[in-house]
């Protein structure tokens, strides 16, 4: 079971927005303001497309965008496009003992 | 280019141990800390530990603990990780991925090595 809780799909149609939660706890999500996301296509290396709860790393467009609220993280594709059709990952800096936790992932499916 | 280029894949036998490189290039090794990451087949991302190219002080999740052995070659600027008494639930991709050397930026991988397969089967 991972530290931090996604849900395991989310689906939308083009040019549609759509969000992606992750819970953590006061321990992780909600302690620090260090989540990032990570999109990963079948049979790649995960790609940074979130950091600092809502940083973008130069290249990623900015259809990508991050929030956090409490204990949970959000994030949210707008415009949809089928080449966002991927799973993502949350993660979160988790203290000096645990250091570092991710979601369990999410699969988007653009329809 | 800033790049990550890992050591190909492995097929052990349950008790065994595998050795994983990461070989980096395109920036100063030692300014960035290297983690670990694996992914069993069909799973999620699970992090495994954190390695300082720098001194080689390590950090290792819990889970790994006594298991697993992170070092650094600094004239190669090579990063491995050992992983020692291994199980069948150790089947996986094996990811190396860089951070800057800050808090906050723990979880924050930019870039990645292309991943490991490791098979442990009878």
């Known amino acids: 079971q991972s530290a931090l809780t996604q849900p395991r799909s989310v689906s939308g149609s083009p040019g549609q927005s759509v969000t992606i939660s992750c819970t953590g706890t006061?321990?992780?999500?909600?302690?620090?303001?260090?989540v990032s996301w990570y999109q990963q296509h079948p049979g790649k290396a995960p790609k940074l497309m979130i950091y600092d709860v809502s940083k973008r790393p130069s290249g990623v467009p900015d259809r990508f965008s991050g929030s956090k609220s409490g204990n949970t993280a959000s994030l949210t594709i707008s415009g949809l496009q089928a080449e966002d059709e991927a799973d993502y990952y949350c993660?979160?800096?988790?203290?000096?003992?645990?250091?570092?936790?991710f979601g369990g992932g999410t699969k988007l499916t653009v329809l | 280019q800033v790049q990550l280029v890992q050591s190909g894949a492995e097929v052990k036998k349950p008790g065994a141990s595998v050795k994983v490189s990461c070989k980096a290039s395109g920036y100063t090794f030692t300014s960035y800390y290297m983690h670990w990451v694996r992914q069993a087949p069909g799973q999620g991302l699970e992090w495994m530990g954190i390695i300082n190219p720098s001194g080689g002080s390590t950090s290792y999740a819990q889970k790994f603990q006594g298991r697993v052995t992170m070092t650094r070659d600094t004239s190669t600027s090579t990063v491995y990780m050992e992983l020692s008494s291994l199980r069948s639930e150790d089947t996986a991709v094996y990811y190396c991925a860089r951070s800057k050397k800050d808090v906050g930026a723990l979880g924050a991988f930019d870039i990645w090595g292309q991943g490991t397969m490791v098979t442990v089967s009878s």
């Open positions: 006061s321990s992780d999500v909600g302690g620090y303001n260090y």
């Open positions: 993660c979160s800096y988790a203290g000096s003992y645990t250091l570092v936790v």
